[in-house]
């Protein structure tokens, strides 16, 4: 499975961008999509994940509200719409797959996800 993510950017405190990340190669084998990010300096964290069948969710809970996950299976394509950003949002976002059907708890640990995206840079100025 090949990810690609775009969408990132420099956009001010309080405004909204949309990530995506595209999945190609054996997409049959993706069960779950998820979003890391990473700011300088720290470890990276989970923001959300998606299961690729029947759509469950999870948020971490600093971004749930404010960020939406959701996925198109026609375009084999995650998106995260990231609205009120701050800019402690300020990170490089990566999403990854997961291939073997994890308990949704475990979808927050990078150690679920097989293949990771290249990541795209958010930049929230004050």
């Known amino acids: 499975v090949q990810l690609q993510a775009s969408g990132g950017g420099l956009v001010q405190a309080g405004g909204s961008l949309r990530l995506s990340c595209a999945a190609s190669?054996?997409?049959?084998?993706?069960?779950?999509v998820g979003w890391f990010r990473q700011a300088p300096g720290k470890e990276r964290e989970f923001v959300a994940a998606?299961?690729?069948?029947?759509?469950?969710?999870l948020y971490a809970d600093s971004m749930r509200g404010r960020f939406t996950i959701s996925r198109d299976s026609a375009k084999n394509t995650v998106y995260l719409q990231m609205n009120s950003l701050k800019p402690e949002d300020t990170a490089v976002y990566y999403c990854?797959?997961?291939?073997?059907?994890?308990?949704?708890?475990?979808?927050?640990?990078?150690?679920?996800?097989?293949?990771w995206g290249q990541g795209t840079l958010v930049t929230v100025s004050s």
């Open positions: 990854a797959c997961a291939a073997r059907n994890w308990i949704t708890g475990m979808l927050t640990s990078s150690s679920a996800y097989n293949y």
């Open positions: 190669g054996r997409t049959f084998s993706n069960n779950a």
């Open positions: 998606i299961r690729w069948s029947g759509g469950t969710t």
